[in-house]
């Protein structure tokens, strides 16, 4: 069965710091790879997927995650966080199966921003 | 931007009574789920529907849960007789064929 991890339930970063939030999956096929924010009373946002193609893939506000198949990783990045960017982000997979599509979760990574 | 929109936001209901969640997928959307989230834990899936029907449940989407698709727009998920560990919050999500899922913002619920 697929799972995902998430290490760090909380990360702590300055203002202006690089943002490095990690993910592992276990898969026996490579899926699809997904990082969604959960701002503060809100509901999931998609931030950024990766289907085939290209490995470094681009999201909103300044995010990006890189597809690793050899470490099994799609760890989310941003240059310099900024203060907007405290949130919870929830890393998902899912396997390629068209009808019975669904997201596997990670356990979530809430991202504090320090001033 | 089309949205998936929920109601209610946020609902108190007594330990048995039955709860009905609304949700509006996107219009051109095929597939339909239901996700839950419980305070500090991770999301899990609930239920998947496509063509009127269940395509797909979880072990937690047991005879306690039902979903329609009543009408043209809308899809509800039900809740019958519910228990304190109910409370958690309820995403609805839909889909068209690709792969990018489209999540609601989510009902509270609360089971007091």
């Known amino acids: 069965a697929q799972s995902v991890t998430q290490l760090g339930s909380h990360v702590s970063v300055s203002e202006g710091a690089l943002v490095l939030l990690r993910c592992n999956y276990s898969?026996?096929?490579?899926?699809?790879l997904f990082w969604y924010v959960q701002y503060p009373n809100q509901g999931l946002q998609l931030l950024l997927k990766?289907?085939?193609?290209a490995t470094l893939v681009k999201g909103i506000n300044g995010f990006e995650a890189e597809f690793k198949k050899s470490e099994t990783s799609f760890h989310l990045t941003k240059p310099s966080a900024h203060m907007s960017d405290a949130a919870e982000y929830f890393c998902?997979?899912?396997?390629?199966?068209?009808?019975?599509?669904?997201?596997?979760w990670g356990a979530g990574t809430k991202l504090i921003i320090k001033p | 931007e089309p949205e998936v929109t929920q109601t209610p936001s946020h609902q108190v209901t007594q330990m048995g009574q039955e709860v009905i969640l609304r949700c509006v997928p996107i219009?051109?959307?095929?597939?339909f789920y239901w996700y839950r989230q419980i305070l500090g834990q991770k999301v899990e899936f609930l239920v998947s529907?496509?063509?009127?029907?269940?395509?797909?449940k979880s072990e937690i989407f047991d005879d306690q849960f039902s979903v329609e698709r009543p009408d043209g727009s809308n899809f509800t998920l039900k809740i019958r007789s519910t228990k304190l560990e109910d409370s958690a919050m309820y995403f609805c999500a839909s889909r068209i064929s690709g792969n990018t899922i489209y999540f609601g913002e989510g009902s509270w619920l609360t089971v007091v």
């Open positions: 898969s026996s096929v490579p899926p699809y």
């Open positions: 998902a997979v899912s396997d390629r199966v068209e009808s019975n599509y669904q997201l596997i």
């Open positions: 219009s051109n959307h095929l597939y």
């Open positions: 990766y289907t085939t193609g």
């Open positions: 529907f496509y063509n009127n029907e269940i395509s797909e």
